[in-house]
């Protein structure tokens, strides 16, 4: 329940300076189509962003985008209507994170089938054994292991698991044609990662992850926030953010030894390197705080 509610705060922080400024002035949704492609399209809701993919058999959606407000997932679909008239043939989760995946029933009740990673579908049966499943969120129709491929109208996207990271859930969508790939939350685009890293195991794994979607063959990144004034990330800026975790727990790793975890390394280690990237002041701290618990304690 924490963790929800400083998923609350994402838009706040996300959006800092220029960037806030913008955003207060943009419409609350609006849709684009991607340069350079006949199909592909960004739905933004607020701070948040999904992909969606128009073929003639039908559209290939991803998150709903719900959870803070559900009309966004009405504007969704009202959106894509005014693309196409072909129905929404398939939904997929791009992780177990509420702010990102709620509000699917429009959706469904459209005719879509749900996809996600198997282990959206394993932390949501806990958590509905528990009692502590959101209304808003539905159980997939159908889960992914380490890869799947969808066919539809002659457009081919895989699904592609690449290990822990943002959540041990997160799918790699990738368009082999286009060279597209649409991932959410566990590589921002000229920004630090989210307050104290949730819901990751190893820090290290998180870079292992990283690593294998920079290995990936695609040019264009189009993330699940609009950041860096919305454009989208490039192979650099995958490489350039691995390069950051790696600086971050080299530095951490030094200090630890030195007894400095976890209160002195949160106020003593500076990366000015990426000090104009997106909530550097804020959320770096908290990022050493993550990487302190991993040298420190191995957890």
Not at 20 to 49: C, S
Not at 153 to 175: F, I, K, P
Not at 193 to 202: G, L, V, W
Not at 216 to 235: F, S
Request: proline share 6%.
């Amino acid at each position: 329940m924490r963790f929800q509610m400083a998923l609350a705060a994402t838009l706040s922080l996300a959006l800092t300076g220029p960037a806030l400024a913008q955003a207060t002035t943009q419409p609350t949704f609006a849709t684009r189509k991607v340069d350079g492609t006949d199909n592909v399209y960004i739905f933004r809701y607020m701070g948040h962003q999904s992909m969606f993919i128009v073929t003639p058999k039908g559209v290939i959606a991803t998150d709903p985008i719900a959870r803070y407000r559900p009309q966004a997932a009405t504007a969704y679909l009202d959106e894509i209507k005014k693309v196409t008239d072909q129905p929404v043939k398939y939904l997929i989760y791009s992780h177990a994170h509420w702010d990102h995946i709620a509000g699917a029933k429009p959706f469904k009740d459209a005719g879509a089938r749900i996809i996600a990673h198997k282990n959206v579908k394993t932390r949501f049966e806990m958590l509905k054994k528990q009692g502590n499943l959101l209304e808003s969120v539905l159980m997939p129709d159908e889960t992914v292991d380490q890869k799947k491929t969808i066919s539809l109208g002659g457009t081919t996207l895989e699904l592609n698991y690449v290990g822990r990271n943002h959540s041990d859930s997160s799918l790699v969508m990738r368009l082999p044609k286009e060279k597209l790939i649409f991932l959410v939350d566990f590589i921002p685009i000229e920004g630090v990662q989210f307050r104290n890293i949730p819901d990751n195991a190893s820090p290290v794994e998180f870079e292992e992850s990283i690593k294998k979607v920079v290995a990936m063959d695609w040019d264009r990144m189009i993330p699940g926030h609009p950041y860096a004034g919305g454009r989208l990330g490039t192979k650099k800026d995958a490489e350039d953010h691995l390069a950051y975790m790696q600086d971050l727990s080299a530095a951490v790793k030094k200090a630890a030894p030195e007894g400095k975890c976890i209160d002195t390394a949160m106020k003593e280690i500076k990366l000015p390197k990426y000090e104009k990237w997106g909530n550097y002041e804020n959320a770096l701290p908290m990022n050493i705080e993550r990487y302190c618990y991993w040298w420190s304690n191995g957890y």
